[in-house]
């Protein structure tokens, strides 16, 4: 359908005559100040929130600064050590750890890395709250055992051939400090790491707990070699002990001591067995066979 001219005009006027113009009530000149001051009422609030957001920015790298200042410190480290006394220490985690005659633990004052690492010289028995995001590192001279969360004794003295971790429960790591040989312990076993041959063996135990009787001044020895019992009365008593007589070394001997007794105790005991004889000289112990064993 076609439109004239003045039909066309006549439908647009009878458009704009039925629709609300803000033409009088609405009118731009009653408008224009309500806007003005609704814009400024907004201006005002958008630099508020500028300033507010420049200043929570400015906060913000500041306390990531002070806080990289801080990490980038170096960590205080603190090293207990002990003599003829066993020490247990309450380390920044919550974790405890109990050590033996002669050894010492170094230890950060703050766990502030994702790992938590200590150093241990000696040997300790290690009771390790759990942090899955943060794994406990016991670091030895040649072999580190990473943890989760556990119970666990290390025998790392220094003239020891061998390096023992003795898992009673939980699970633990063992590996040399390249990782070319790993080992995943579980409860009531024992990894022994020799350090000449850089061997990493796993043995099975009938009573775990019997590795950590040092911890109430105990020793047991259960079918042991007199050269690795010569070598847990030396660790713990702060004396050399020598085996003059090489054959005597792997002689084995079963024998219990639970009352703390001292070492000239163990060796009258041990001697009027029957086993060797012992002398001192120039503060070391000297141990040979016995005549009548020869």
């Not at 408008?31 to 957001?53: A, C, D, G, V």
């Not at 220094?158 to 995943?184: C, E, F, H, Q, Y």
């Not at 796993?202 to 040092?214: G, Q, T, Y």
Request: proline share 3%; with cysteine.
């Amino acid at each position: 359908m076609k439109f004239t001219d003045t039909e066309l005009e006549e439908i647009l006027h009878k458009l704009v005559a039925s629709s609300r113009s803000p033409r009088g009530r609405f009118s731009a000149t009653a408008s224009y100040p309500k806007l003005e001051k609704r814009l400024k009422s907004h201006i005002r609030r958008l630099t508020l929130m500028r300033t507010f957001s420049t200043a929570a920015a400015v906060a913000l790298l500041c306390l990531s600064v002070w806080t990289a200042y801080l990490y980038m410190q170096p960590t205080t480290i603190q090293t207990i050590s002990t003599l003829a006394e066993t020490r247990t220490v309450c380390l920044p985690d919550g974790s405890t750890v109990t050590l033996n005659h002669y050894s010492s633990l170094s230890y950060p004052e703050k766990f502030k890395s994702d790992k938590r690492e200590v150093e241990l010289n000696g040997e300790a028995y290690f009771e390790v709250s759990k942090e899955k995001e943060h794994p406990f590192i016991v670091q030895t001279e040649t072999i580190d055992i990473q943890v989760l969360g556990t119970h666990f004794n290390v025998n790392a003295y220094p003239d020891n051939p061998n390096v023992k971790t003795t898992l009673l429960t939980g699970s633990v790591a063992v590996s040399n400090k390249n990782k070319s040989v790993r080992m995943i312990l579980k409860p009531n076993e024992i990894a022994i790491y020799n350090k000449v041959e850089a061997k990493l063996i796993r043995k099975v135990l009938a009573n775990a707990e019997d590795e950590i009787s040092w911890r109430h001044g105990e020793f047991i020895f259960e079918d042991l070699p007199l050269l690795e019992i010569a070598r847990k009365l030396s660790n713990s008593f702060g004396t050399s002990i020598h085996i003059a007589d090489t054959a005597l070394q792997n002689y084995r001997i079963t024998a219990r001591f639970r009352n703390g007794e001292n070492l000239e105790t163990i060796l009258s005991v041990l001697h009027n067995a029957g086993y060797f004889n012992y002398s001192l000289n120039n503060k070391q112990i000297i141990i040979t066979t016995k005549t009548d064993l020869k």
